[in-house]
């Protein structure tokens, strides 16, 4: 289930107000936005869970290891044009609840804010904030403990088209991670990445390009594991090729090359290959379209006992649109993580788990500013090393939202 939508809501002690609410939701009347600027919105959520905590068999928690979760959400999103200059951004609060595990119970937030600017014809950018506190997902944290999460982030890009067709681009980020339990401080840290880049633009919406990118990843606290503490601080490098295909009906993107990421302490940790992602979308008719991606990509592990995993994956969904009203969607992901940076002692051992989901959705749109949304996920995990636990667990949620 995604994220942004935190499925979490108490159940059969709270049925009745989260349906009734939801009926309430439903015989809104339909109103258009509030202004051409804002565009208020609520949310409500009802979720069943048959594992949350993503747990193996016969785990320490005992047997009840499902729950069903409810969840209300308020925001407002706005987008403002100045002159050329354009003002967007959102604001969000969601209160996420649990039956049984309701020690979870918790306040979400969420907010950004974004200038796209223009100067002249050839000189144009972004700049922009962003602030969330949710809770940490249970994919790779497994305690009933609750563990929030805040992510603050800034960034500014820029980009100057000079003859017709060439454009010199740059981007700069910083985004700081922290978590509320003493116990996953070691993973606060600080990520900046910057950007800078060349393109070839095509007429047709094409693109191709070269760019170099450095990350560094600042931890403050040292990661304790086994009797040896160790910084897991690194510095990664790449070189990619970037390309946008644009084929009418088909659209290819690409951006790959080679990555380098190094360690200030043990560089038997260290790890360099071929890094990047590549996605197609296609609409195949007029109601149904596809979508698949494949990536081979370093990514920051929430688990504790290890600082990155080399994540080697696949995805393939497909949409259908049979009515104005009615939006169906199916996806599939399968990803296998290699672990290169565990540290047992003096020696960095090796391991790694195979996950595999699948998510199908159905959504409803009684009137424009409307939709209710019912979803079925199912996932599981197989692990070869004690870095992750395999797990399987499945869901169900309903949810409804409206626009005002």
Known sequence: MPENKRLTQRAPRARGPVLALLGGLISLPCHAALSDTFQPYVSAAYAYDDNLLRLPENSVYGPV???????????LSFERPVGRQVFSGSVQASKVSFNHFSQLDYTGKDASLQWQWQLGNRLSGTAGASYSETLVPFTDYHSADQNLRTRRGDYVSGAWRFLSDWQVRGRYSKDRFSYDLQSQRS?????????????????????????????????????????????????????????????????????GGHARRSHQVLAERDASGSNGRATANWAALGALSFNASLWREFSAFEGGTVSYSLNKGASVGATWVPTAKI???????????????????????????LTRGAVASVQYSPRNNMQLTLSATHDTRSATSGISSAYRANGASLSATVQF
């Open 187 to 255: 993973l606060d840290r600080d990520e900046t990445n910057g950007v800078i880049g060349v393109d070839y633009l095509g007429s047709n919406g094409s693109s191709v390009g070269l760019q170099f990118t450095r990350q560094k990843g600042d931890y403050p606290h040292p990661v304790v594991l086994l009797g040896y503490s160790f910084d897991p601080s690194y510095t990664q490098d790449q070189v990619q090729l970037k390309v946008l295909w644009n084929l009418g009906a088909t659209q290819l993107e690409f951006l």
């Open 65 to 75: 290891q499902s729950d069903t979760i409810r969840s209300v959400i308020a925001g």
């Open 327 to 353: 939006k169906t969607e199916l996806k599939y992901r399968h990803e296998r993580r290699e672990f290169p940076g565990l540290v047992s002692g003096a020696s960095v051992l090796d391991g790694s788990d």
